[in-house]
T-cell receptor, first 113, second 116 residues
Framework: AQSVTQLGSHVSVSEGALVLLRCNYSSSVPPYLFWYVQYPNQGLQLLLKYTTGATLVKGINGFEAEFKKSETSFHLTKPSAHMSDAAEYFCAVLYSSASKIIFGSGTRLSIRP | NAGVMQNPRHLVRRRGQEARLRCSPMKGHSHVYWYRQLPEEGLKFMVYLQKENIIDESGMPKERFSAEFPKEGPSILRIQQVVRGDSAAYFC??????????????FGEGSRLTVL
């Protein structure tokens, strides 16, 4: 079955440290890939997406993600965490034959002062 | 505000009552998706609608749940005879065209249903 897996339901980093949130998908055919962010009591907001072309994708708020076909991964990174980055992050996939985006279970990012 | 509008933001119902959640998509968007988020879980797809048509309802529970997106007015997610397990945040999202053409969803702020 087509799915997306986020490793680690909760990640905590210090302010200024590297942020790395992991995402793997299950498909031999590369899907469209997304990262969304959800702040408390709000809806989801698109951070970045990969469809075709350059495998390193830059998004808002200094985040970026790299599509690695050989690893079926789309990990999200940010060089230096800020307190305002504390939120829940969802990796999502859209397969070309599908009519809907499938979301991972989410990773809650906490930032330590 | 040209974003996706959901109402009510919070809804409290007693077991056995009906819940109606409304969603107005972004201007110019004719595709609506409903997702459910249970506490401490990710978003689960429920249903995908275009105007007057249900395109994909593979995530909808077989009983008590229904959705519509009429020619005029908002999309409505209806839950009949609610049970405590229906307590969740229900998110609506819209897109200007169907998947996979655009690949991006625009989300509302959600409707949080609490069943007592």
């Amino acid at each position: 079955a087509q799915s997306v897996t986020q490793l680690g339901s909760h990640v905590s980093v210090s302010e200024g440290a590297l942020v790395l949130l992991r995402c793997n998908y299950s498909s031999s055919v590369p899907p469209y890939l997304f990262w969304y962010v959800q702040y408390p009591n709000q809806g989801l907001q698109l951070l970045l997406k990969y469809t075709t072309g350059a495998t390193l994708v830059k998004g808002i708020n200094g985040f970026e993600a790299e599509f690695k076909k050989s690893e079926t991964s789309f990990h999200l990174t940010k060089p230096s965490a800020h307190m305002s980055d504390a939120a829940e992050y969802f990796c999502a996939v859209l397969y070309s034959s599908a009519s809907k985006i499938i979301f991972g279970s989410g990773t809650r990012l906490s930032i330590r002062p | 505000n040209a974003g996706v509008m959901q109402n009510p933001r919070h809804l409290v119902r007693r077991r056995g009552q009906e819940a109606r959640l409304r969603c107005s998509p972004m201007k110019g968007h004719s595709h609506v998706y409903w997702y459910r988020q249970l506490p401490e879980e990710g978003l689960k797809f429920m249903v995908y609608l275009q105007k007057e048509n249900i395109i994909d309802e593979s995530g909808m529970p077989k009983e008590r749940f229904s959705a519509e997106f009429p020619k005029e007015g908002p999309s409505i997610l209806r839950i009949q005879q609610v049970v405590r397990g229906d307590s969740a945040a229900y998110f609506c999202a819209s897109s200007p065209s169907g998947m996979p053409n655009t690949g991006e969803l625009f989300f509302g702020e959600g409707s949080r249903l609490t069943v007592l």
